[in-house]
């Protein structure tokens, strides 16, 4: 065996022939440094890259140990002319978790990477590479770029990762949705929150209805509700073992955006957690706190500056065909509460003003072709919260129980609906989660208490791996009209049931045609829509 050919099994070898490699890595070359795999570092829950644009990614990875993330990039596959990124050093303080920001990548290239980790207790001593691939956006962007590059655009979209109990199940194979998904080959995966259930232990056996077992992998972390940091944390550590989740990450980019399960249940200003015996931490600001630095911590998401870091909305651009705008209902609402009130305020609020006013400019701004908005919950669908001190309907979502003029936090969802038809934005689609199961919602102005608006689609998907329910009763406000849904007949019914659900999207670059597609665990289509786009 040659000696680099040594080396590069041994993991010491990082690009073509060493050169430019740090002092410290090219000392790397000296044989007999590492002597086991047990004294190298490791990377227990693989990689992830997220938020890749036309020209740059990020990669993420979480070691075992403190120690340096570097990552070596190349448009080829066999590294012949790669580039090295050293990156943060990975300390216990963030759970051994970081990122780098690739960027100056060949535009719309597909972009091979290797990460390594650097043992700070001895720096000779570098980690087994973890190989991945990301596809990079076509060149060109929608903000202010009607041309570009332009190729075939495919991604899938769903939500919902592990919830009701219902964990990594080995003998049933884990969580297969992602290998399914995984086989679509798509170019991203966009999911639509619920990216854990802090608030969901996890049993090691769940007893079926047939008198079969459904059997779970457990750690100490999941096995309660998540209060400490390292609860939240030990939530997302836990979905990332699954070999499914791992092998889906190294070849997929993702777009994470949140929803309520990542804290608790439904949380809001209004949430209290004093009768729940589960939580000795009833503080609600307390739990979003921690739950918060956990997400961005495991989220293979482009941080925001420090104005407000820890923002979860935000424009990736995908191309001249494509601009998704990723909005965050959860952060910025009032509390939960009958939400019938006739004039917005403070208790109305749903994405908020300064939120709203982003995304009103950026529609405004883009010159792609479709504009998806990926939220985290449907429009139009009933999402109750119990009910209030009073006895009224308390509600979680946008819709209010009331087939009546827009009221409540329905008045913000209005005023955005309006604003897009006022500035003619065409091609605006919402691409959702968050019931457990699927459906493609039709907004007809037509048929709307409220019609100030242009029609427009909102698709449904979900869960991952997770319980389903439904289908949720509709709201008549907006003119939801249900074209299509598929729901399990009871309630929590297991991923083995087969009602799990992931959406795909595919936009042709010759006709700018989007089709939607709603497919179920095997992959199998259950419905699709071909969208063509009005004044291309």
Not at 103 to 112: A, N
Not at 168 to 178: E, L
Not at 181 to 186: D, F, L, V
Not at 226 to 250: H, I, K, P, S
Request: net charge neutral.
């Amino acid at each position: 065996m040659k000696r680099r050919d040594l080396l590069l099994s041994q993991g010491l070898w990082i690009g073509a022939a060493g050169l430019g490699l740090p002092r410290i890595l090219r000392a790397q070359q000296a044989p007999g440094v590492i002597t086991r795999d047990g004294a190298r570092p490791q990377l227990p829950h693989g990689v992830q890259t997220g938020d890749v644009t036309a020209d740059s990614a990020i990669v993420w990875a979480r070691g075992d140990r403190p120690s340096r993330l570097w990552v070596e990039w190349s448009a080829r596959e066999n590294f012949a002319d790669a580039q090295r990124v050293r990156g943060p050093y990975l300390l216990p303080e963030s759970d051994y978790t970081g990122r780098i920001d690739l960027t100056g990548l060949p535009q719309g290239q597909q972009i091979h990477y290797r990460v390594v980790l650097q043992d700070l207790g001895n720096e000779r001593v570098l980690s087994e590479p973890v190989a991945g691939r990301l596809r990079l956006a076509p060149g060109g962007h929608g903000h202010g770029h009607r041309h570009g590059v332009s190729r075939d655009v495919r991604f899938v979209w769903s939500g919902d990762t592990a919830g009701q109990g219902w964990g990594i199940n080995p003998a049933w194979g884990g969580m297969k949705i992602y290998e399914q998904m995984r086989r679509e080959q798509p170019d991203f995966f966009l999911h639509c929150g619920d990216t854990i259930y802090a608030d969901g232990p996890i049993q090691s056996a769940v007893q079926l209805k047939d008198g079969s077992v459904w059997g779970n992998v457990v750690t100490e972390e999941v096995s309660k509700v998540a209060e400490t940091l390292n609860e939240f944390r030990g939530r997302y550590r836990y979905n990332l073992m699954d070999a499914n989740v791992q092998r889906f990450a190294r070849e997929v980019p993702q777009i994470w955006q949140w929803d309520d399960h990542e804290v608790t249940n439904n949380w809001s200003d209004a949430k209290d957690l004093s009768a729940d015996a589960r939580y000795t931490e009833k503080n609600i600001p307390l739990l979003a706190g921690r739950a918060t630095r956990a997400f961005l911590e495991y989220a293979p998401l482009r941080h925001a500056a420090d104005v407000e870091s820890e923002r979860v909305y935000r424009h990736v651009p995908y191309g001249p065909l494509l601009d998704v705008f990723v909005i965050d209902m959860r952060s910025y609402r009032g509390p939960n509460t009958h939400n019938t009130q006739a004039a917005e305020g403070p208790e109305t609020a749903f994405l908020g003003r300064e939120q709203m006013a982003w995304l009103l400019e950026g529609l405004k701004r883009s010159k792609a072709t479709w504009k998806v908005i990926a939220s985290d919950m449907p429009i139009g669908l009933h999402v109750p919260d119990g009910k209030d001190a009073q006895g009224r309907a308390r509600w979680e979502a946008v819709a209010n129980g009331v087939d009546g003029p827009a009221s409540g936090r329905e008045l913000e969802i209005a005023r955005l609906l309006t604003a897009i038809k006022r500035a003619r934005i065409d091609n605006v689609v919402w691409l959702t989660a968050d019931v457990h199961y699927t459906a493609a919602h039709y907004y007809d102005p037509n048929r709307a208490v409220y019609g100030d608006f242009d029609p427009f689609w909102e698709f449904v998907s979900g869960p991952l791996n997770a319980g389903s329910f439904g289908p949720n009763a509709v709201d008549a406000t907006f003119g939801l009209q249900v074209v299509y849904q598929k729901a399990p007949p009871e309630a929590n019914a297991p991923p083995s049931a087969g009602f799990q659900f992931f959406g795909q999207v595919d936009i042709d670059a010759r006709s700018r045609v989007m089709t939607v597609a709603l497919k179920d665990l095997t992959g199998a289509t259950l419905f699709t829509k071909a969208l063509v786009p009005a004044r291309v």
